[in-house]
């Protein structure tokens, strides 16, 4: 019967291992009396090797199988992400037991991953975007398609930041063991895992902005000069949770932090990332440039359509502005109007950018 | 436990950048010889700061998958990696001869191999005549055929011109080619004038560049007058000046090139086995069924 295969393993290792003690979550084994000791937290009694092995569907046992001869890995990321994504800290083997026998289910980013209980105790994974949790998508077992389903998001646009929280619906990995899990969780979001173990052990190596800019060479050797409100302005463009949902731990220095919030996120950023590095010199680029003045006509409400059209394109919303919708000022029409009536070769308001150069 | 981390440039603009170290590691995984086998790009993620620490193996063996010897490779993957001991001098290379090094990483207790770029390890030469074959689908292709490997040029690495001519230089020497030359992007002898340089009618133009994208796909058939408009394509081969022009695209997505990232890995004393072997036969078995499609 190949139901009783999971648990033939168990009995063996229990066999095996009982002469060396077992103590693990709750459960207890060791040499006693010519027999063993069995000690759970709701049983305690001396059995012999016959005994051991029928205790093998004990949940103690089945638990102990799993964490010490399936999973393995001690100190590992991988070992502690599953224990944390079950609780096992928290919560007791049976409460443990009865959560996964209908799916233990955690949020990691944008992504749901569930804990299923299976034969002899082992554990099944699955892995998909949180809304997609109860609906019928596209299933996959090999977690090596992840890189590809999530370069995309949901119109198409390629993800340069793998963190940005518009990870694509419709596909969920599944039946995948521990290691499996592991690796999909890792190809959706490169190297969180890894961090975030570092950071619960109290040795996340953080890289605060100036040791990052000072590393720079090449084209991006100049970012050291982007100034401490344009880093600021920096942080709050790219790194807040509407853009990015690691949770930055970076600030300025080590003893000068930026006011932007860090984010809530999981899993945290230990330094800025390549993404932040290149937008960085292109604003430091652009921070050279002194401020002028400018007169410009407008009416009250073309003054509100320019910062209408500054705020759909910074939260992103332009594509969900309707067609017809001719009362948002980020509006197409409305904003081919405003062209149409204020803007010449010379640019807004007929103002040039440069007055001297046409002087 | 020992893996192999395939390093790239990626991209924050072209989502197909990462696309030939995945499947080269896909060829790679499928051969068994490591324990783990992950993908890492200055420009995507995991980046070369953090993938070290996503392997729980002790030993690493570092394949850079750029095409020369220089800036990336000398200056910006050892120092991202945290190789501090690392020294260029330790490679003890002129330009195209880079062998491998064994280091410390700064962040983790792990062995690493940082090895030289698949773009000047000598079997890439064999990488370029496999591309030959597999764009003209002709195993035995050479007889009547000229060859140009084109390179980018100077401007942005002076040991960049130096990978195209040591492969031209060893193709030549093989005598499969009626002529081979090296020609180049942005200095003489330029690949648009890449008709003048043959004799041969048939030319074979292959790309010494690690990913296809803006210049593979869109400067080089424009100059050489494949096509007017990248966008509208072009034939293979296409007719230019009386030659036939047989444009491959670049090399580095040829599926053998997986073998060229496991004999750095071999050269640097990894536990292989058998898998060279295994991953040149099917490598070449693909690239053959590929080019008859
Ligand atoms: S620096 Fe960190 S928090 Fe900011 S965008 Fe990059 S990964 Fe996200």
Redesign the pocket.
Known sequence: MSASAPLEDVADALAEHADDGIDFDGLVVEPADGGYRWETPDEQVTVGEDGLRERADDPYATNWYYWERVVAGHDTPRRAFLRWLEGADDLGVPERYDELRGGHTRSWGELAVTAVLSEGGRRRYEVRHEDDLGEDVDAYTDPLEARHLVKHDDEGRYRP?S?APSLPHGWAFVDLDGGEAVQTVEYVYPATVSNWHREREGDLDVDHWDEVAERQTGIYGIVEQLDGDALEWA?EA??VDS??L?R?EWDESDDEELDVPR?DGEFP?RE??S??VAAARKFTTLEREESREYTFELTPAEKEQLEDIVDAVADGRTDEIREADVNEGANRYRARFLRAKRMDDRGLSGTPTYPEDHE | MQALVIVGHGSHLNPGSSDPAFSHADTIRASGAFDEVREAFWKEEPSFREVLRTLESEEVFVVPLFISEGYFTEQVIPRELRLSDWDPEDWDSDGTDADHVTVQAGDVDKTVHYCGPVGTHDSMSDVIVERAKSITDDPDVGEGFGLAVVGHGTERNENSAKAIHYHADRIRESGRFEEVKAVFMDEDPEVDDVTEFFEAEDVVVVPLFVADGFHTQEDIPEDMGLTDDYRTGYDVPTEVDGHRIWYSGAVGTEPLVADVILERADDAGADLADAIERVRRRTESEGAASAGD
Do not use: D
Request: glycine share 6%; net charge positive.
């Open positions: 930041l963190t942080a790219c790194c853009q990015c690691k930055r984010g950023c800025p990332c993404l932040f």
